[in-house]
């Protein structure tokens, strides 16, 4: 089975940059969605293909996935980013995947 | 605007078999546009996706709750089900019911709020 592979934790000031990775083997060949929840929410779609945002996410979110490394980036960063992130992809023998999640913490 | 509600019991007893329903409202289940399935998630851990339905009935599982795992559709009611045997303390988790554009690899870009299913005696 596909394995996606998250750090469990990120810290940044506000107004510095996050970046979150998702790793998993040649995840550039795949299309990779990031979701956002925020505590007792449900997950949000902030990112999809790797880069697109749906409408209603901010610019500040960003996404790019190479190698075997996809990674969310949040530029600027605001208390209100603080959430766990989940990285996800389609495997066609796994099915639908999530990464383990990221915690971001803004200090 | 779409609209999903997971509805079901919230306590299971372990060895029994959940039943979940979705209701979706202001769209169409019977769209070729969409899939609809359901997603689980322990509180702290990462979602996890049981599985998918297509109006037609075509169905798409995880490959380790196959053996456990139904969804049906019934569209003249707008509502799709789950059920999930054999239930056991580890499948204690919140349940989502959610929705995929076409084809089934895009994200499940829309999430019902949940429900709660604990497994216990």
């Known amino acids: 089975s596909y394995e996606l592979t998250q750090p469990p934790s990120v810290s940044v000031a506000p107004g510095e940059t996050a970046r979150i990775a998702c790793g998993g083997d040649?995840?550039?060949?795949?299309?990779v969605h990031w979701f956002q929840q925020k505590p007792g929410q449900v997950p949000v779609l902030v990112i999809s293909y790797d880069s697109d945002r749906p409408s209603g996410i901010p610019e500040r979110l960003s996404g790019s996935n190479s190698g075997n490394t996809a990674t969310l980036t949040i530029t600027r960063v605001e208390a209100g980013d603080e959430a766990d992130y989940y990285c996800q992809v389609w495997d066609s023998s796994s099915a639908v995947v999530f990464g383990g999640g990221t915690k971001l913490t803004v200090l | 605007q779409l609209q999903m509600q997971e509805s079901g019991p919230g306590l299971v007893k372990p060895s029994e078999t959940l039943s979940l329903t979705c209701t979706v409202s202001?769209?169409?289940?019977?769209?070729?546009?969409?899939?609809w399935a359901w997603i689980r998630q322990t509180p702290g851990k990462r979602p996890e996706w049981i599985g998918a339905i297509y109006y037609t009935g075509s169905t798409y599982y995880t490959p380790s709750l196959r053996s456990r795992v139904t969804i049906s559709v019934d569209t003249s009611k707008s509502k799709f089900s789950l059920k999930l045997t054999s239930m056991t303390a580890a499948d204690t988790a919140v349940y989502y019911c959610?929705?995929?554009?076409?084809?089934?690899?895009?994200?499940?870009?829309?999430w019902g709020q949940g429900t709660l299913v604990t497994v216990s005696s």
């Open positions: 040649n995840i550039g060949s795949k299309s």
């Open positions: 959610a929705r995929h554009r076409t084809p089934l690899s895009q994200p499940p870009d829309y």
């Open positions: 202001g769209d169409s289940i019977s769209s070729s546009n969409y899939y």
